[in-house]
């Protein structure tokens, strides 16, 4: 559910190049993975099938966009509105450090710089809405689930550059040409 860097399972690419990257002594960013939370919060909450229920008749012989956008408005809604299992935010709320993290899913930009640890569980849940934002539903065409991907809390500062130097490192460490993105001379995205 909740893992530090170096505990987390295999099958995520960036996770891995991060895990990678730190054996081969780089410094990487404080970064909790959490795998399969997204899926429990759907779970408890019942949420795939009020979801799905939103779409029916969505997607038919042609695509009903008014039906559309407002499936889209009340996913996005239900996310945002339900609650994580309180145990879940205890546990998430003890593991993060104090200070500015970044909420993200693994292999993609950045999606929230949040301060304090009740903003960066409103912050999951708005990454886990983002997915039924009009164009991300769309992109998906009709499967209606998004990807299970894991979501990735990282301990930042205040700026997130692109580092030339980093990337050379990396590069070599992954033995392919790679991108850094990083904070207070740690890595935080690999691209």
């Known amino acids: 559910m909740i893992f530090s ?3 987390a399972p295999a099958g995520f690419p960036e996770v891995t190049e991060l895990q990678t990257l730190q054996r081969a002594g780089l410094a990487v960013a404080p970064t909790w993975v ?3 939370l997204e899926a429990e919060f759907y779970q408890l909450g019942n949420l795939a099938e009020q979801i799905r229920r939103a779409f029916e008749g969505v997607f038919g012989a042609r695509l009903d966009e008014e039906k559309l956008e407002r499936a889209c408005a009340y996913a996005e809604k239900l996310l945002r509105e339900s609650y994580l299992l309180p145990e879940r935010a205890d ?3 003890a593991a993060l450090p104090e200070g500015p993290v970044l909420v993200r899913y693994a292999g993609e930009p950045p999606f929230a710089l949040e301060t304090g640890k009740q903003e960066t569980l409103w912050a999951l849940k708005r990454l886990w809405a983002s997915r ?3 164009d991300a539903v769309l992109s998906r065409q009709r499967e209606l689930a ?3 991907v894991a979501s990735l809390v990282q301990g930042v500062g205040p700026v997130l550059s692109l580092d030339e ?6 590069s070599a460490a992954l033995g392919r040409p790679a991108q850094v993105w ?3 001379g740690q890595v935080v995205r690999v691209g």
């Not at 130097?165 to 990396?170: D, N, Y």
């Open 132 to 134: 039924w934002q009009l």
């Open 165 to 170: 130097a980093l990337s050379a490192q990396a």
């Open 91 to 93: 546990e998430l709320r």
């Open 5 to 7: 860097l170096e505990q």
């Open 146 to 148: 998004p990807p299970e």
């Open 34 to 36: 959490l795998v399969g």
């Open 182 to 184: 990083a904070s207070l």
